[in-house]
């Protein structure tokens, strides 16, 4: 066990650790690497986070869900919690732990590193892809449109189970 945070930046990441990202709940907003700072002047608390994906409809609870997490920590606070941009999110900041929560829940992470994928690509077998039950590369794209803008279906024909996988980062952002 570790020992209690002693600054109050600490205890606010320590708190961040305990919040979930609602869309993908096996995994915490630090896990998937959407917490890019947080800052702690007087009496306000600033955190900025990166969203995962453009057009997020989960942005208004997670923001929320920061803001209550923080005052458990500091109530008497002022809270600003910003979405920011720069630098962009990538699946390379979904820490190990974060990767084997999601391979547990039946969702693969895209491979690191922004990718160039075709549209045509969509519409065959996608390789690259790992299915998260049995790692099998023998997947095919089932919908580019999976329960959350962030997600697509997938289906693995070796262990015949469909999971879903995070949509990779494009070259273009």
């Known amino acids: 066990m570790s020992a209690p945070a002693t600054t109050l930046e600490a205890r606010v990441r320590e708190a961040l650790a305990s919040v979930h990202d609602p869309e993908i709940p096996p995994c915490t907003i630090v896990d998937l690497g959407i917490v890019e700072r947080v800052a702690v002047s ?12 453009a057009g997020c409809p989960a942005l208004d609870v997670i923001r929320e869900d920061v803001e209550a997490a923080v005052r458990l ?15 962009p999110w ?6 190990p ?19 160039l994928i075709p549209l045509e690509a969509l519409r065959r077998p996608s390789a690259a892809v790992l299915c998260p039950f049995c790692a099998s590369v023998d997947t095919v ?8 803008l962030c997600r697509s279906t997938h289906f693995c024909r070796s262990c015949r189970n469909p999971f879903e996988a995070f949509k990779p980062k494009t070259a273009a952002g």
Do not use: K, M, Y
Request: hydrophobic share 45%; no cysteine.
């Open 42 to 53: 007087g009496g306000t608390v600033e955190v900025d986070l990166l969203p995962t994906f």
């Open 90 to 95: 990538t699946s390379d900041r979904i820490t």
């Open 141 to 148: 794209l089932e919908s580019a449109f999976g329960p959350t």
């Open 73 to 87: 920590v500091a109530a008497d606070v002022s809270v600003q919690v910003r979405f920011v941009h720069a630098p």
């Open 97 to 115: 732990a974060g990767r084997a929560a999601l391979a547990r829940h039946g969702i693969t992470p895209p491979a690191g590193g922004p990718v």
